[in-house]
């Protein structure tokens, strides 16, 4: 069966520190893979996809970026950390025709100080 | 922008009653699906409902589409305490292999 694994499962960084954040899907191959962002009380705001090895697109030109260095392996990243950037950080994987069934992992708690 | 919005934002009742959440979209769709999000946790993907079907049931969940009044809902009979949660409708966009999500409902269910 598949899995997703994200970690760390809460972050507190200060303004200006850089961010790292993974995510990895166990059990299947080839997935797609995302990152949704919700802020408190919103819904969730698609920041970057990912439908293969390199292959990033990214939704919101903010100070973030993705990386996908292996195939099952989802990295969001930031050099610099804005208090803006404090939420519930979501990774997401599906794969196939029904690429819009999307199972999603625990998430990370980011809050910046 | 997302595509859709769910109603109400928030909803509370007891055990054993009925809970009925909306959601409308703007745009026509192949597909809408509704996820559950329990507190702090990741969303959990409960059902798809297809533009050429108008209801669908799986255990105490119904899902109704409307595709001319472009909405649908989300009927949870008999409710739990454990069915308390934040349920999101979730369309696709039109172009890319991206989801749109409403705000959600947050439904309390008190024993």
């Known amino acids: 069966s598949q899995t997703i694994h994200q970690w760390p499962a809460t972050l507190v960084q200060p303004v200006g520190s850089p961010l790292s954040l993974e995510c990895t899907v166990e059990?299947?191959?080839?997935?797609?893979l995302y990152w949704y962002r919700q802020a408190a009380g919103r819904g969730l705001q698609l920041l970057f996809y990912s439908v293969g090895i390199g292959q990033i697109s990214s939704e919101v030109p903010q100070n973030l970026s993705a990386s996908r260095p292996q195939d099952r392996q989802f990295i969001l990243s930031s050099k610099k950390l804005l208090l803006s950037d404090s939420g519930f950080y979501l990774c997401?994987?599906?794969?196939?025709?029904?690429?819009?069934?999307?199972?999603f992992g625990p998430g990370t708690r980011l809050t910046v100080t | 922008s997302q595509q859709g919005e769910e109603d109400p934002q928030a909803l509370s009742i007891q055990e054993g009653e009925n809970a009925t959440m909306n959601c409308s979209y703007k745009?026509?769709?192949?597909?809408l699906q509704w996820y559950r999000q329990n507190s702090g946790r990741g969303l959990v993907h409960l059902i798809l409902i297809r533009s050429n079907e108008r209801e669908k049931h799986s255990g105490r969940l119904r899902v109704t589409l409307d595709t001319s009044k472009k909405s649908s809902s989300l009927l949870i009979t008999a409710s739990r305490a454990a069915d308390t949660a934040s349920y999101f409708c979730a369309t696709v966009r039109n172009s890319g292999y991206a989801l749109n999500f409403g705000k959600g409902t947050s439904l309390l269910v008190t024993p």
């Open positions: 059990g299947t191959s080839n997935p797609n």
């Open positions: 997401a994987w599906s794969v196939g025709r029904e690429w819009y069934e999307q199972y």
């Open positions: 745009t026509s769709i192949n597909n």
